[in-house]
């Protein structure tokens, strides 16, 4: 079992910036992966971005150069930067974690961005 705590989100105006943390525990030594996924209200959820045990990274193109997503290895920590927020950042953001295929979720953390 993996469990994953989110925190750090907020309201911020347009152009501001947010960074959102997410600590794992538990069963915490074969994590493969993390990231942080979106779902704004009325659609689907979406992957926002991804940083693998190694360090390797992949962002969906819509934060791609405004968003930076980093990990701490050793407290298995994962962060989000955001910067030059939009309207359009506004949802819940949930961290993932790939535990030897298997998903584990946070219960979201909400992000509101004012015009």
């Known amino acids: 079992q993996v469990q994953l705590v989110e925190s750090g989100g907020g309201l911020v105006q347009a152009g501001g910036s947010l960074r959102l943390s997410c600590v794992a525990s538990?069963?915490?030594?074969?994590?493969?992966?993390m990231g942080w996924y979106r779902q704004a209200p009325g659609k689907q959820r979406e992957l926002v971005a991804t940083?693998?045990?190694?360090?390797?990274?992949n962002y969906a193109d819509s934060v791609k150069g405004r968003f930076t997503i980093s990990r701490t290895n050793a407290v298995n920590t994962v962060y989000l930067q955001m910067n030059s927020l939009k309207s359009e950042d506004t949802a819940v953001y949930y961290c993932?974690?790939?535990?030897?295929?298997?998903?584990?979720w946070g219960k979201g953390t909400l992000v509101t961005v004012s015009s």
């Open positions: 940083i693998t045990s190694g360090g390797s990274t």
């Open positions: 538990g069963k915490i030594f074969n994590i493969r992966a």
């Open positions: 993932n974690a790939d535990y030897i295929g298997m998903d584990y």
